[in-house]
């Protein structure tokens, strides 16, 4: 069993990462290998939309996306960590997703079967309501690319990883969530 973990932040070491890390904890605990990348660190372009991976299944691009899709198509299961930036993902999350275009087939399957994932979502406000309609949207696209988010862990009102490490209880739903992934990886 092995999970890939995708931070989108441009901070490798900050809320996100902290959360993502006991998610993909728990799933080691549980007996999977981990392994966790930083997309907010990498050169992701967006889709270019010339379509040619409707012909042969692959996107034309040389970035670093190239080496993203054979660890997606060697998860088992996957987790998908991103702040919330004005009202959504950030930008290199987004470019990340628009990329899944190319694993999704012409019948709006994806070409890496279905795997279970964990959303991860931080946000500066204290609000946990304010964002659950962009959190919804961003599990909808996910699975169309066969990326099912079973459980989504939200940590609201963080600047800094040390705060939301000393939150004994998002970081214990965190390990569990990463617990139960493995368990359950599709
Ligand atoms: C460019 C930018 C935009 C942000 N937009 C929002 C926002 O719309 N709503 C919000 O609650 N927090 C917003 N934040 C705060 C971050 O979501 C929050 O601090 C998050 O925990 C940072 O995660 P990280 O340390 O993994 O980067 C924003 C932060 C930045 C830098």
């Known amino acids: 069993m092995r999970v890939a973990a995708f931070v989108g932040s441009p901070r490798a070491d900050g809320v996100t990462d902290a959360v993502v890390r006991e998610v993909v904890r728990g799933a080691e605990d549980a007996g999977a290998d981990g392994a966790v990348f930083h997309i907010g660190l990498l050169h992701i372009s967006g889709c270019h939309a010339c379509l040619k991976c409707r012909e042969t299944g692959e996107c034309v691009q040389e970035d670093d996306m190239k080496p993203l899709f054979s660890e997606l198509r060697k998860a088992d299961a996957v987790v998908l ?6 009202y959504y993902m950030t930008a290199q999350m987004k470019a990340f997703t628009d990329r899944l275009f190319s694993i999704i087939d012409r019948g709006v399957a994806p070409r890496f079967g279905r795997k279970a994932a964990v959303l991860v979502a931080t ?17 909808g696209a996910w699975d169309m690319a066969g990326l099912r988010v079973q459980d989504t862990i939200l940590a609201c009102g963080f600047e800094r990883a040390e705060d939301v490490m000393d939150d004994s209880e998002i970081m214990e739903r965190a390990y569990a969530a990463g617990l139960e992934l493995a368990r359950s990886g599709i």
């Open 123 to 139: 946000q500066g406000a204290d609000d946990p309501e304010l964002f659950q309609e962009q959190l919804r949207s961003m599990r």
């Open 81 to 86: 960590g991103t702040p919330i930036y004005f």
